[in-house]
């Protein structure tokens, strides 16, 4: 019998690696009538040493979060895939992506971008997508070509 992938897990930063893996995913989502969840995290310690922290910036980066997810939404809605939908969350991006957003929607494959948008952390702190490889309780891609399977850097020039 051939694995069958039937709840899919996207994060997203907005960063190409995150496209290319939404991309993907939405492939193999329809190829495996699963359903796609798409995830955005608001890491919230970047606020903890702001002097004059207002509740307003975590307004204005989740409006963006907002803005960003209702595009990959329809983007895969015009591809053919209904069953889609997303979440923001609040915390550490490492944490909610490995474990706690897989346990709380069932997940068995995550498709992670191969790097994200935060340079500094990965320097400072490791990179998310190796702590989920590591870490998470399911299944996990790493994405690092595009569809036509060109590796990411070859596509995206500006890098």
């Known amino acids: 019998m051939l694995q069958q992938y039937k709840h899919i897990l ?6 190409y690696e995150a496209e290319l893996a939404f ?7 329809k190829r495996n009538d699963a359903d796609l969840h798409l995830v955005h995290v608001v890491d919230t310690r970047a606020f903890q040493n702001i002097s004059s922290f207002d509740t307003s910036m975590v307004e204005q980066v989740t409006e963006t979060a907002k803005k ?3 595009k990959y939404v329809a983007d895969a809605k015009a591809d053919g895939l209904d069953k889609i939908d997303y979440a923001i969350e609040y915390g550490a991006p490492k944490t909610i992506i490995a474990r706690d957003v897989p346990r709380d929607n069932d997940t068995d494959l995550i498709m992670i971008g ?5 340079a500094v952390e ?5 990179s998310v997508t ?3 490889t590591r870490t998470a309780v399911c299944d ?6 595009d569809l036509d399977n060109q590796p990411a850097k070859a596509a995206h020039p500006a890098e």
């Open 10 to 15: 996207v994060p997203v930063d907005g960063s």
């Open 23 to 29: 991309k993907k995913a939405v492939a193999v989502a």
């Open 68 to 70: 960003t997810l209702d």
């Open 114 to 118: 191969a790097t994200g948008l935060n």
């Open 122 to 126: 990965r320097l400072l702190i490791g």
């Open 130 to 132: 190796e702590y989920v």
């Open 140 to 145: 996990v891609i790493v994405v690092r070509t």
